[in-house]
Nanobody
Framework: QVQLVESGGGLVQAGGSLRLSCAASGDTFSTYTMAWFRQAPGKDREFVAA????????NYGDSVKGRVTISRDNAENTVFLQMNSLKPEDTAVYYCAATRGVVLTTVPRHYDYWGRGTQVTVSS
């Protein structure tokens, strides 16, 4: 099993940046595809980004492509999400997720482990 704890969320003005972190513990972190999802009130959970176990491959959601970068440090058991040019519509709870299944999948049900989330609020 993997335990995931997100951090780095907060309140930022439109156009600003945030860097989210997700610290993993438990199982061998480097064997998992890691991903970020987000969920705004009243909306479905939305895929943001995923990164392969080695960090060599990534996948991004259309709504954030070009503005966010996912990365990982397997030595530190941590995955990051650098978000730039933030917009009010990026406001959501951001969740970290892990899977050994389908690589770089965008489907929430393919992920086996989830963190509790960190709130990101972007003011206009």
């Amino acid at each position: 099993q993997v335990q995931l704890v997100e951090s780095g969320g907060g309140l930022v003005q439109a156009g600003g940046s945030l860097r989210l972190s997700c610290a993993a513990s438990g199982d061998t972190f480097s064997t998992y595809t890691m991903a970020w999802f987000r969920q705004a009130p009243g909306k479905d959970r939305e895929f943001v980004a995923a990164i392969s176990w080695s960090g060599g491959s990534t996948n991004y959601g259309d709504s954030v492509k070009g503005r966010v970068t996912i990365s990982r440090d397997n030595a530190e058991n941590t995955v990051f999400l650098q978000m730039n040019s933030l917009k009010p519509e990026d406001t959501a709870v951001y969740y970290c997720a892990a899977t050994r299944g389908v690589v770089l999948t965008t489907v929430p049900r393919h992920y086996d482990y989830w963190g509790r989330g960190t709130q990101v609020t972007v003011s206009s």
